[in-house]
């Protein structure tokens, strides 16, 4: 090594603790209707931040339905938690590790991740550069790298946490369709934030302190099956959703990108038997906004179309006798169901922390781009006097994040951790005054 060349961070043993949490199942509960191991998991980062960087486990806790505010409960999350029954709840744990004493607020750095991933499996490997397996990129490379990070901060200067109280939220809960009510939501709730709040997620070299939420609709046809031999006699609900389908894309899409948000026809599914028609049958269609207002001119103008398309498929389809007895019953078997609406989004600024992580180098995503920005778990953690931003090593899109192949390199997650070295050895040692940072129009001396 050239001198004056700063060590790997990512070492072997971050490589070691990668590998382990890649081939440990923490698939959410919400894909797959079944515990996985998330537990294990936790147990695993958190035996090895204690040991390497002295963290302390000051929560750890299953989610407690009574704890979790009706309001923002997505339907689909009542719906998993009903089937399931108690191992819903007792299998997805959160979990906030803390460096240094409690402080307040103003003196507190927290970072959040989590440990929950979509479905689908294939091999885990390490090639000595890329790491392949789900939850390379999202989220279980980005949060060791954090960890390596911290633990280079803290060599560098040991004496860090004498004036800085760092704070790491592992949550269950953010994917699925869970939207961290349970989860992130849960802490923040708690009072585990700090005045700059960091969740790492992939964003493609800029830092986010606006991104979009979700809310899902859910299109049911709940009508009566017919065999290929009589389809008259039966309800057509694949040419219902798929009317729908269509029709709603087209009326709905241009007001939404003018709105800013973007609108997902995600899955649609009546079956798969050539000889049969199929009576019942339902569709997903998400859709994100920018603002809480904007969500809600959404929702209305989702439910205007759906109503009026209803009656135009009864009127198109009422004199075709294989569609007769399915336009004529469209409105009494067809239903739409908001799965999550209503929630928050993330849109906070500070002049302050923003001015500081440019003098780090940081790049604020440029609002020409706000389009990019993503929906994840941070709405939760935006308080007054608080700055809260995404931030963290690859991208959804060229990782293949929820994607056959997903990975991340160790040179992100090197580059990632030095970012994050920078952070803390800037907070804690250059600027002992953290508190003035949250407070808006206010510079550090």
């Not at 607020?105 to 499996?121: K, P, Q």
Request: glycine share 10%.
């Amino acid at each position: 090594m050239k001198e004056g060349a700063q060590e790997r961070l990512v070492t072997a043993e971050y490589v070691d603790l990668l590998m382990k949490l890649l081939q440990t199942n923490t698939v959410s509960p919400m894909e797959t209707g079944e515990p996985s191991e998330l537990a294990a998991a936790m147990d695993l980062y958190a035996r090895f931040a204690a040991e390497r960087l002295n963290g302390e486990v000051v929560y750890y806790k299953a989610p407690q339905p009574e704890e979790i505010d009706s309001f923002y409960m997505p339907v689909s999350v009542q719906e998993c938690a009903d089937r399931m029954g108690p191992s819903f709840w007792e299998s997805q744990p959160s979990m906030v590790i803390r460096l240094g004493p409690k402080r307040p607020m103003t003196h507190t750095l927290m970072f959040n991740f989590h440990m929950d991933t979509v479905a689908g499996s294939f091999p885990v490997s390490f090639d000595g550069e890329r790491f392949i397996g789900r939850g390379a990129v999202d989220m279980k490379g980005p949060a060791v790298a954090l960890l390596a990070g911290l633990e280079g901060a803290i060599n560098e200067h040991p004496a860090l946490t004498d004036n800085l109280s760092i704070l790491i939220q592992c949550v269950s809960g953010e994917e699925g369709g869970a939207m961290g009510v349970y989860g992130t939501k849960l802490l923040a709730d708690h009072g585990y934030i700090g005045s700059l709040n960091l969740f790492a997620e992939p964003s493609a070299g800029v830092y986010f302190d606006k991104s979009t939420t979700s809310m899902t609709a859910r299109i049911e046809v709940l009508g009566i099956d017919a065999t290929d031999d009589a389809p008259h006699l039966g309800h057509n609900a694949t040419l219902l959703l798929g009317y729908l389908a269509q029709r709603l894309l087209t009326e709905l899409s241009p007001t939404i990108t003018e709105e800013g948000g973007k609108m997902c026809l995600a899955g649609l599914h009546t079956g798969t038997m050539h000889n049969k028609v199929y009576g019942t049958g339902r569709m997903l269609i998400n859709f994100a906004y920018t603002s809480t207002e904007s969500g809600q001119r959404i929702r209305t103008m989702t439910e205007q179309a759906f109503a009026l398309l209803l009656d135009q498929f009864a009127e198109q389809y009422q004199d075709n006798p294989f569609s007769r007895l399915t336009a004529e019953a469209a409105s009494d078997i067809c239903k739409l169901t908001w799965l999550k609406q209503g929630l928050p989004v993330l849109n906070n600024r500070s002049e302050a922390w923003e001015g500081f992580l440019a003098g780090l180098g940081w790049q604020r995503n440029p609002e020409k781009l706000e389009d990019n920005a993503f929906t994840c778990d941070a709405m939760w953690a935006q308080r007054e006097d608080t700055y809260t931003i995404v931030f963290g090593p690859g991208s959804l899109s060229a990782n293949l994040a929820h994607a056959e192949g997903e990975f991340i390199t160790i040179t992100e997650m090197e580059q990632y951790a030095s970012e994050i070295m920078k952070l803390l050895i800037a907070c804690g040692a250059g600027h002992p005054k953290l508190a003035l940072l949250g407070r808006k129009g206010e510079t550090v001396t």
